[in-house]
Each structure stands twice: as C-alpha cells, then as structure tokens.
C-alpha cells in the first residue's frame, strides 16, 4: 500500500490577515473582509493547497462573546469567500488566557500562539508537512507559533502588522494577496 505524502499548506491567522481588525469580534456584520483576502484564498484553493484558520479567541474565555458567536462570524466569512470561489480547508481557535474565566483561564496554553498546538494538531488531523507550509500573520506571536511549528513565516503589514518588527519573518508583504503571491512565485 503506498504511503500518502503530507501536503504543504497555508495557516492564517484570521483578524488582521484576513479580515480587518476588530476588537472582540462577534457580530458576524462587523466582519469585513481584508481587500483581495478572498482571491489570495481561492488562488489556493484552485492549486489544492489547504488553507487552515488558527487563531487566538480570548473574548470567549473572557465571556465577551461565545463560541455560537465566533461560528456566526465564520458562517459570515465562509459567505463573503465562497463570493469569490474560495474556502477555508478548516478552522482552529484557541480561547485561553491568563485573564480568561473558568476552564479557559490558563496563561500558556499550547494551543494559545505563540504556542504551536494548533498549528500542530491541524498537521496531524489534516496530513499537512509543516516543514512545507506557512504561516502568515499581522502580529509576532503569528510568526513564533508557526516557527516554533517549523513552518516558514510571513508578516503582513495589515491590522497590527505595521507596528512588528519583521526581522523575525521569512517575508514581509503589505497584505494577505501580496504575500500569497510572492509565496507562489517561488511554491515548487
């Protein structure tokens, strides 16, 4: 029986990379997304990369909104994509930390990046080679989670991205379409 070989895939972080940045966002009707966001992703999805959300969720172990708010939100990002032909393969959200309440109230939670274990869990869940893969992001923690992971990293200039340094990133691009495209350019 022949062995599968793990895919390469694109891990994004999804407020300030994909949509613009809003403080605890929960309504599905703030969620704007990020110009061009939606044809970077089906760009992708047509070359049958898996595209894989990992983001950091606070608000919800910080009852600022609840998980049926976030899937409310990523119903509405999954219309504005599907728009433009694209897809998210799939999504992973981390709702620890230190000031969170209850069962989320944990101050380095594995899956909460800068730790990788989201990124990791989707590798195992999905056969994705990390070694292969990105991860593209707006703030440091985006860039440790997918370096720690062993991914290559990229720093987008949009939501907090201006203000990070980008030294720690293998490219820095002004925005998510930028990034896939000069990414592209050099896939093998």
């Not at 997304?33 to 894989?52: K, T, W």
Request: aromatic share 6%; with cysteine.
């Amino acid at each position: 029986m022949e062995r599968v070989s793990a895919k390469p895939a694109f891990f994004l972080d999804r407020d300030g990379t994909l949509n613009e940045e809003v403080d605890y966002l929960s309504d599905p009707e703030q969620l704007v997304l990020i110009p061009g966001a939606a044809s970077a992703v089906a760009r992708l999805n047509a070359l049958g990369i898996p595209v894989v959300v990992v983001t950091n969720q606070s608000g919800i172990g910080r009852r600022k909104y609840g998980w049926q708010d976030f899937a409310a939100v990523m119903k509405r990002m999954e219309t504005l994509l599907a728009l433009e032909n694209a897809w998210i393969d799939a999504v992973y959200a981390s709702p620890h930390h230190e000031h969170a309440l209850g069962e989320y109230a944990v101050a380095d939670h594995p899956e909460r990046k800068p730790n990788p274990g989201m990124l990791l869990r989707a590798a195992e869940e999905h056969g994705l080679d990390l070694s292969r893969s990105w991860m593209v992001g707006d703030k440091a923690l985006d860039l440790e989670a997918g370096r720690r992971a062993g991914c290559k990293v990229a720093l987008v200039r949009t939501g907090y991205g201006s203000m990070v340094d980008g030294s720690a990133a293998d490219l820095v691009a002004e925005n998510l379409p930028e990034a896939v495209e000069i990414i592209l350019s050099q896939w093998p």
